[in-house]
DNA sequence: TACTATTGTCTCATTATGTGACAATAGCAA
DNA sequence: TTGCTATTGTCACATAATGAGACAATAGTA
């Protein structure tokens, strides 16, 4: 979460934030043949949590979420979805981000507002692991990455958050063509297949696999990538248009 | 929407309702092999919206979704599912807002916090036309059917929240199953037929969609209905499990 | 030059879908 | 009763998509 440290906050127009309202991403990125997302720990406290943060009063909904992973992956134009949002009771649970405050040195008291119960619009992301550079906010100490198969205990109802991105993710897979999104502009028929394959969670039949891929039109064909190991080399391929 | 006349509201906690946060719903029916929605027109100002409402502060979203679908319609065991949040700066219009209180009567400064932004988390429901007994709420002076293809203009971006839904209920259509819902428990399969041709758009192979239809063994076959009409009379089916 | 791991492509089997044919009605008219 | 018509349930065949394996073409190493 991101807010201002002031606290006279709510004499900043452009820093006052809708109450009851936030934000959570859930970042994907792919790297060692795993889907992994980030996560962030705060200060003091051995707690989990999503990324995530508010949105200003004169801001719309998805420029905030657009501006928060910019803060807290130094990225743009990411291939962003709103999947869910949560607006459960369990959420509501006052003590904890009681703690987080209170383990970070702020007064609750001028605080008082992330005590309530909020409502959270959740977001997924698909990036390029290798062009992050994970910061953390104001009340963490540290953002990074894990593997989705093996995640801390996160607070809240944030692993039911993520559950949700996974599934959403699965069914998006083939109609919105999207697992380009997770790798560098340039890859190989085998890297989108892993890619594939960590979203789904089964193994794909290669000839099938390459088949389908080529058959969709949307795939260039570059030059090969020598590798340096004893065998063919594979074409390099880009999405269609970059 | 629905909310407490009592002009001192805050006084009673169950009637109190999160500010910022609002619903819509657009509830699908199928009539005259069309597709329809419900539509409120408020009193005295020839504005047409889709029934809202909002969350009380003790209230589960989902609950208050069924809570408003409930008093809207009648009907309990909604078929509905939530597909987008809607956050645009676009969709803060006071001035609309202002308008409907004081055609009906309300002093606009009891209802102030109705003149601020909301963010509306949006749902779609699917009902059986037949058992729909539409009731307006106590701003608008009727609630009715209207075809997709033919809606009176809508406020805000309530035309934009109506498109978005029935794109994701055509691509929820496969996936999830979600035809019947919008049919008494027993119909023939000329009946289901439409239904998906009015969800799609497009018209349907008759074999065809009836091989698969009964491929996927969903489909329990009961006995003809005779409508009196000169030809073969067709099975009635109903979803297995009713 | 032989050998290995991997890649690109082809072939054939299997399954799904498109497209039309056809027999079996249910009521009506003769 | 016997045709007649519109509609339904099912089948048959053609076409398209996918599963599953075979195989030749590398890029390096031994």
Redesign the pocket.
């Known amino acids: 979460m991101d807010f201002n440290q002031d606290k006279h906050m709510g004499s900043v127009p452009e820093q006052r934030f809708l109450p009851h309202i936030a934000y959570d991403s859930v970042i994907f990125g792919f790297s060692g043949e795993q889907l992994k997302i980030l996560i962030m720990e705060y200060h003091n406290t051995g707690m989990f949590a999503l990324p995530g943060g508010f949105v200003r009063v004169d801001e719309p909904l998805n420029d905030a979420v657009r501006r928060g992973l910019r803060e807290r992956t130094g990225l743009d134009n990411i291939y962003l979805e709103q999947f869910y949002t949560f607006g459960s009771l369990e959420r509501y649970q006052p003590e904890v981000m009681e703690t987080i405050l209170q383990a970070n040195g702020f007064a609750v008291d001028d605080f008082r507002w992330m005590l309530d119960r909020f409502i959270s619009v959740a977001y997924y992301a698909l990036i390029n692991y290798n062009k992050v550079n994970a910061q953390p906010d104001a009340l963490s100490d540290s953002i990074k990455w894990y593997p989705l198969n093996d995640l801390p205990p996160l607070i809240l109802d944030h692993a039911d958050i993520v559950a949700k991105a996974h599934r959403t993710l699965q069914e998006n897979l083939e109609r919105k063509l999207v697992g380009m999104n997770l790798l560098p502009s340039r890859f ?3 890297e989108l297949q892993k890619v594939y394959e960590a979203i789904l969670g089964t193994p ?9 891929m ?2 969709l039109g949307i795939l260039k ?1 570059h030059e ?1 990538r ?10 390099l391929y880009s999405f269609e248009g970059e």
Chains 1, 2 share one sequence.
């Open positions: 190989t028929m085998k794909l039949r290669r000839t099938t696999f390459q088949r389908k080529l058959s064909r090969k020598y590798s340096g190991k004893a065998h063919k080399a594979p074409y």
